[in-house]
């Protein structure tokens, strides 16, 4: 377990010293180099990972700034941003809800769906000079102001989440907006995101967003592999928007390891689990589907088959005739 005290601080309050220097006072050489090296591996490092992943600075989608606010968004444009947590409140045996609050409390976070936060921290633990960089995704709804809200699972030795665990109300956080895959309502009859483990959060901003647009009648169909019982959250949430949104949105759970007496579906998320939840290609009601997946590498295998150029030309969603460009992977 990654320690979970306060010896953990946030890069800017580890090095508030530098930072308050009087404007013309000389620290020391070192210090100076070490800091501006750092910085400068961070940004060579974070620039080249937002490039990968959006292909470039991706247009915006749908922005979340309706909330009749005059403040401008707080991620508006590109850099780096401080985020300070106001409560961390642990959601089940392993995964941390965390809420940041941004310095104005009507300000929206301009955050479009769908949007990741790559974090970056320097922890102790991390026994490098060169800066951890991890994203994570917001899961409370965009357009909610004057807050941005994290779920973290702890990893055993996880660099960051270990270190986004440890944070105290008070504590910052520094962070960057990356746009993921741009959301755009009606585009498909039906959506399949099939989520493992904490692979859960894109998929339920995109639930959030889906169902909280009334001009967007896509289809949702939540499909989420966990190991145990105890691994599920946001079961209450989920289920109250399945109450909400009946025939447009389905959430089901499969899990590899059930405790007894377990009501949840057993196994694992394979091809005769998606076929039996519906969610098989050749069915007419999934002519337009979209398939979105996120889940821990060997899931995504399972799933995807290879990466890159080979990646949907073998696996289950292809055996099940998804062709490549129906699928996304977060
Ligand atoms: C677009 C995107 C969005 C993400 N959003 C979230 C989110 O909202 N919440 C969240 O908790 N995570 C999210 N992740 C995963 C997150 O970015 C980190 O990879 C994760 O927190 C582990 O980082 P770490 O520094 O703690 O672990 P590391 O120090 O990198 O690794 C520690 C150990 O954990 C193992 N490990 C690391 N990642 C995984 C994994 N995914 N599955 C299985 N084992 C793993 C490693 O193999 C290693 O043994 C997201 C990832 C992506 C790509």
Redesign the pocket.
Known sequence: MPPTTSSFRPFFTQNSRLLRQPFGAAPRRAEVMTTQVAFAAAAVGIGAYVYM?TGAAAAPGTSATGTGSDSKPYFSGFGLRTLKLHSSELVNHN?KKLRFELPDPSQPSGLSLSS?LLTISFPPTNGRWTP?V??????NPLEEPGFVE???????????????HSLKPGDTITCLR?P?YVWQPNKHDHVALIAG???I??MYQLIQGILGNPEDKTRVTLVWGVNGDQDIFLKQELAELQSKYPGRFRAEYVVSQPEAGSTYRKGYVNGKALEELGLGANDEKNKNVKVMV????AMEKALKGGKGPFANKTGVLHELGYKPDQIYS?
Do not use: D, H, W
């Open positions: 992943r995964t990741a951890v991890r994203p994570y995704t917001p899961t994290l779920m973290v699972k702890l990893y055993p030795n996880g660099k960051q989440s270990g270190y986004l990356i993921e483990g904490a692979g959060t894109p996120c889940g821990p590498p977060f």
